[in-house]
């Protein structure tokens, strides 16, 4: 079965500056999930969907941060105005019936 | 929300020898321990889970139990080997009532030959 996909897989952008992150789940998957992964930390959630609507965005930094789920399937994370300290890994995960998968992640670098 | 608390932050252990990383967690309603693997640059992969209603749990070299009274579940890697060096994290989650995944903060085990 194919996994979990996102793209792109790096990205170098200037703070203030905006960037938009896919992620494809595995077919079938209700739940989707992004976080965010700092270099040496757990993954922090960020927001999770089932289906198209959301469940929790309560540690989205709603100001700058935003992402949806039209449709249900794919999902997009936006960021607009980057700062330094978003430097990190978006990784993408989707779940069915409890496991998490995850996708290979998406390395932002803020300069 | 729930807590999830992870030691030791760095581990080494020689060849052979046996790993042991730790967790508490906070909300008593969380039902679902998973324990992820990541290697550098990759993304986190499953290796071993348990739900409440069992205590210990086993795959190979690698075991996790859980306190549910004392709010706390290990991982055991017996007969290490260097393709055990990874980082490791824990999570606690809510299955059927939200399902949100709370992780630790990571064990970076280092398997020395």
């Known amino acids: 079965e194919a996994g979990v996909a996102q793209s792109p897989r790096y990205k170098i952008i200037e703070k203030r500056q905006s960037v938009a992150f896919w992620c494809n789940p595995i077919s079938g998957h209700a739940t989707l999930y992004w976080y965010q992964q700092i270099l040496g930390q757990g993954p922090k959630l960020l927001i999770q969907f089932q289906n198209n609507g959301v469940v929790d965005d309560s540690q989205l930094p709603k100001d700058r941060f935003s992402a949806e789920r039209l449709k249900g399937v794919d999902s997009t994370l936006k960021i607009q105005p980057a700062k330094l300290e978003d430097s990190a890994v978006y990784l993408c995960?989707?779940?069915?019936?409890?496991?998490?998968?995850f996708g290979e992640g998406s390395r932002l670098t803020v300069l | 929300g729930e807590n999830v608390e992870q030691h030791p932050s760095t581990l080494s252990v020689q060849e052979g020898d046996s790993a042991v990383i730790k967790c508490t967690y906070s909300?008593?309603?969380?039902?679902?321990f998973p324990w992820y693997k990541q290697e550098l640059g990759k993304r986190p992969q499953l290796i071993i889970d348990i739900r409440s209603n069992v205590g210990e749990k086993k795959d190979q070299r690698i075991a996790v139990t859980l306190n549910k009274t004392a709010k706390h579940f290990s991982l055991h890697i017996t007969e290490t080997q260097p393709e055990d060096s990874a980082v490791y994290f824990c999570?606690?989650?809510?299955?059927?009532?939200?399902?949100?995944?709370?992780f630790g903060t990571g064990t970076s085990l280092t398997v020395i030959p």
């Open positions: 999570a606690a989650a809510r299955l059927n009532t939200g399902n949100q995944f709370y």
């Open positions: 909300d008593s309603a969380s039902n679902y």
């Open positions: 995960a989707s779940s069915q019936f409890g496991e998490l998968f």
